[in-house]
Structure formats: structure tokens, C-alpha cells
């Protein structure tokens, strides 16, 4: 089998911390995609303690003692979710003025992914 499986799509999901319980009580409801973009945040939350980590829309960096106010995460679309790697992005104040839309164009762009790959996420409000 040489079929190349591997595919580049990706779900692109915003939390914002205000919408936190929502997405905490999906997770409890047993929402795969909850846990993983929860799980995604809370990685970049333990990195950053080892790291500085800049902002997914812009250079500036974010400082350990900052919570961020909301992530963009891209979970790959494949046949196992387990085998997923979500990977989640932290958004600085300056830039979580902006709407859902630039937020997740501005994230894509940054990270080099091809805007006609990425799908927007089902949105958890
Ligand atoms: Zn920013």
C-alpha cells in the first residue's frame, strides 16, 4: 500500500478564556475535540514556563507570569484521534481585540499552512 494517507487538513479551533467552561464542561461531556484543544492549551501553558513563547498573531512575546486570553488550536484531521497531535498557539492581549476570523487566518499564516487546508473548527459557545 503506497496510498499516501497523510493528509494536511486541519481543524482550526478558537477558545477564549472567557469561553474556558464551556469548552471544561464539553470535555466533561465527553467531547474528543474539547480534551484535545484543552490539552493542547495546557501543553503550551507548561512549556511556557520553560520557554518563552511569542504571541501566534504577532512577535511580541509572552511573558511566564501571563495567562493568555485565548489559543488557536489545530488538530490534524485523521482516522485516530488519539494518534492526534493537537497544537495549540497563545494569543496576546493587543491581538484578542481582533475577531475569531483574523485570529485564525493571522495563526495560519504564521505557522505556514496553506489557508485552503485549514477547516474551521464547530464553534463551542
Ligand atoms: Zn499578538
Redesign the pocket.
Known amino acids: 500500500m503506497t496510498t499516501n494517507e497523510d493528509s494536511e487538513d486541519f481543524r482550526v479551533y478558537l477558545m477564549r478564556r472567557q469561553h474556558q467552561k464551556k469548552w471544561l464542561a464539553e470535555a466533561n461531556g465527553g467531547s474528543e475535540i474539547a480534551k484535545l484543544v484543552l490539552w493542547a492549551a495546557s501543553n503550551w501553558m507548561k512549556d511556557m514556563t520553560t520557554e518563552h513563547s511569542a ?1 501566534s ?2 512577535d ?1 512575546l509572552l511573558s511566564p507570569g501571563d495567562v493568555p486570553n485565548a489559543f488557536v488550536v489545530l488538530i490534524p484531521t485523521v482516522r485516530d484521534p488519539e494518534k492526534a497531535k493537537a497544537k495549540a498557539g497563545a ?2 492581549p ?2 484578542n481585540a481582533h475577531d475569531d476570523r483574523w485570529l485564525i487566518d493571522q495563526a495560519i499564516n504564521r505557522q505556514g499552512l496553506s489557508p485552503a487546508a485549514a477547516r474551521p473548527g464547530d464553534q463551542i459557545h
Do not use: D, V
Request: glycine letters at 0%; a neutral charge; proline letters at 0%.
Open positions: 504571541c498573531c504577532c511580541r494569543i496576546c493587543e491581538c
